[in-house]
Nanobody, 126 residues
Framework: QVQLLESGGGLVQAGGSLRLSCAAS????????MGWFRQEPGKEREFVAA????????SYADSVKGRFTISRDNAENTVYLQMNSLKPEDTAVYYC???????????????????WGQGTQVTVSS
């Protein structure tokens, strides 16, 4: 059983930064691509960023490109999302998820991810 635990969310002013972490259980973390998604109340979950199993390739939603950076530490079984220049429209619950085995970090559909964390709230005030 894989468990994902997000942390690092909170309240920040527009223009500020937050760093989300997602700690994964299990010995096979390093064999899977990972991703971050977010969801606002009443809206569908949307793709934010993905990273390949080795960490060498990343992809981003257009709305966060240039502001957010996804990274991973396979020795620590952790994936990160550094969020800079935050905007009020970034307010959402952020989820990390496990992607395809030996994935290239290109999966942007939620159906391509099989395990999900419980989410962490990010609120950006104007």
């Amino acid at each position: 059983q894989v468990q994902l635990l997000e942390s690092g969310g909170g309240l920040v002013q527009a223009g500020g930064s937050l760093r989300l972490s997602c700690a994964a259980s299990g010995r096979t973390f390093s064999s899977y691509a990972m991703g971050w998604f977010r969801q606002e109340p009443g809206k569908e979950r949307e793709f934010v960023a993905a990273i390949s199993w080795r960490g060498g390739r990343t992809s981003y939603a257009d709305s966060v490109k240039g502001r957010f950076t996804i990274s991973r530490d396979n020795a620590e079984n952790t994936v990160y999302l550094q969020m800079n220049s935050l905007k009020p429209e970034d307010t959402a619950v952020y989820y990390c998820a496990r992607g395809p085995s030996y994935g290239l970090g290109t999966a942007s559909g939620s159906y391509e991810y099989d395990y999900w964390g419980q989410g962490t709230q990010v609120t950006v005030s104007s």
